[in-house]
């Protein structure tokens, strides 16, 4: 945990500053992010440790970045930013203890949670209702990402693959599980956890490539 304190690094005060200049209270600002008044009268006052869900909830309703409310709540900023998302694949391990260090998440996180994903999504890919909620919803999913990094561009070749007809059922599963793990899945790494938030959907794609690879050797 950070120990810088000043005005702004102050979580409290710096919450009581944004909603003064937003004309906004806390009733209103509970009433906008569903967390209970009280409890954000105790985060308000330093009288209770604000948690990262709450952070990002009250960082949208206050136009704030939420790595501005993390810092100013004392999660170690500065260990993440040293990791920029270009060595994200180089070791788990690394991130798995970056996370927890810098109290990012209650539990651990390791490549088995993806997998479990992966495979709850398998059998969904092959449904109507699973097919509707990849075409409705994909590229809706991609303009919340708002961004053009290489699980993204893999992602849109998965999409466009997966629309064609000609595919065969082993691959319609690899492509409809990532797929919908991208847009259904609770992430195992929550999005605002910068600049890991898409960790383990990067994984999913990862994943997903090398089955694709290897179902097209096995083919060949």
Do not use: W
């Amino acid at each position: 945990m950070s120990t810088k304190r000043g005005e702004d690094q102050n979580l409290g005060q710096l919450i009581k500053k944004l909603l003064k200049e937003r004309s906004l209270s806390m009733r209103k600002l509970s009433t906008l992010t569903g967390i209970d008044t009280a409890t954000i009268s105790r985060i308000a006052n330093n009288k209770q440790q604000a948690k990262p869900s709450h952070l990002k909830l009250i960082a949208h309703h206050l136009s704030v970045p939420v790595a501005r409310l993390l810092q100013a709540a004392g999660y170690n900023i500065d260990v993440i930013e040293q990791n920029t998302p270009s060595d994200i694949f180089n070791s788990i391990e690394t991130i798995q203890e970056i996370l927890v260090t810098s109290n990012l998440l209650d539990e651990q996180f390791n490549m088995d949670q993806i997998y479990q994903e992966l495979a709850k999504y398998e059998q969904f890919a092959h449904t109507k209702e699973g097919e509707q909620k990849i075409f409705e919803e994909f590229e809706t999913k991609v303009e919340q990402v708002r961004g053009m990094g290489p699980f993204i561009i893999e992602l849109k070749k998965m999409y466009k693959s997966f629309c064609e007809e000609n595919n065969s059922a082993e691959k319609r599963t690899i492509l409809g599980s990532v797929l919908l793990y991208f847009i259904l899945s609770t992430d195992i790494i929550p999005d605002y956890v910068f600049p890991f938030g898409y960790l383990d959907d990067c994984l999913a794609v990862q994943i997903g490539l090398e089955r694709l690879a290897k179902l097209d050797g096995n083919n060949n």
